[in-house]
């Protein structure tokens, strides 16, 4: 079964610093890949995702991933913060072909210095 | 109206109370789901719905009982809920549900007593 683990359950940076999210995951065959930031009370927006091609994935609000199939990692990385990226952030593999759903990790919570 | 869409966004409700959470998606997606977010946990996936038909029940007790009478509307009838039921009800819809981006509504936030 798929699963996933970011390891940082909450992040301070400083506004303007850079911001690395960690996630790992365990899947038999290549995954699809996500990204979802949540704002207190507010659903999950999709920020990038991965299914093939360029390992390095942009998105939205100035978010890049990179997909690296030896360490199972998929990290989420901002060159500059701004206090209104605080919020939760979480990983995701899935679905597949055969029936896999998507697994969702714990979350990480980033908080911003001002 | 775009996107996908939850009412009501709170609810209060006693244990003997009976009230449902409604979904609705304008995206044009056959796929909708039920998740469950409590503090501390992760996300957990309750039910699927792929062209109105279920193909998904994560062990989810029978007090919880979702509905879906078409491709665009989800919803979730509560019946005598339990305090630790309390949490985060999230909506999702995606086309098909093999390798679909899944797009979220807001939430219903529901607190029971």
């Known amino acids: ?8 359950i909450h992040i301070t940076v400083s506004e303007g610093a850079s911001l690395e999210l960690r996630c790992n995951y365990s899947y038999g065959a290549t995954p699809y890949l996500f ?3 949540q704002s207190p009370g507010q659903g999950l927006q999709l920020l990038l995702k991965y299914f093939s091609g360029d390992t390095l ?9 990179e997909f690296k199939r030896s360490q199972s990692s998929f990290n989420l990385r901002k ?4 206090w209104s990226d605080a ?8 679905p597949d072909n055969y029936g896999q759903n998507f697994v969702f990790g714990p979350g990480t919570r980033l908080s911003v210095l001002p | 109206e775009t996107g996908v869409t939850q009412t009501p966004r709170h609810l209060v409700m006693g244990m003997t109370n009976k009230k449902s959470l ?3 998606q304008h995206l044009g997606h056959n796929a ?12 957990e996936l309750m039910f699927v719905y792929n062209f109105k038909e279920q193909t998904e029940n994560n062990s989810v007790p029978s007090r919880f009982s979702p509905e879906c009478p078409n491709s665009s509307h989800l919803f979730l009838h509560l019946h005598t809920l339990q305090p630790e039921d309390s949490a985060l009800y999230l909506c999702a819809s995606s ?12 939430g219903t936030r529901l607190l029971v007593l």
Do not use: R
């Open chain 2, 32 to 43: 909708m789901y039920w998740y469950k977010q409590s503090a501390k946990k992760p996300l």
């Open chain 1, 87 to 94: 919020a939760e952030y979480f990983c995701a593999v899935g």
């Open chain 2, 95 to 106: 086309q098909g549900t093999s390798q679909g981006t899944q797009y979220f509504g807001p």
């Open chain 1, 79 to 82: 060159p500059s913060v701004h």
């Open chain 1, 57 to 65: 994935v942009q998105g939205i609000k100035g978010f890049e991933a």
């Open chain 2, 22 to 24: 409604k979904c609705e």
């Open chain 1, 35 to 37: 990204w979802y930031v």
């Open chain 1, 1 to 8: 079964a798929q699963s996933v683990t970011q390891p940082d």
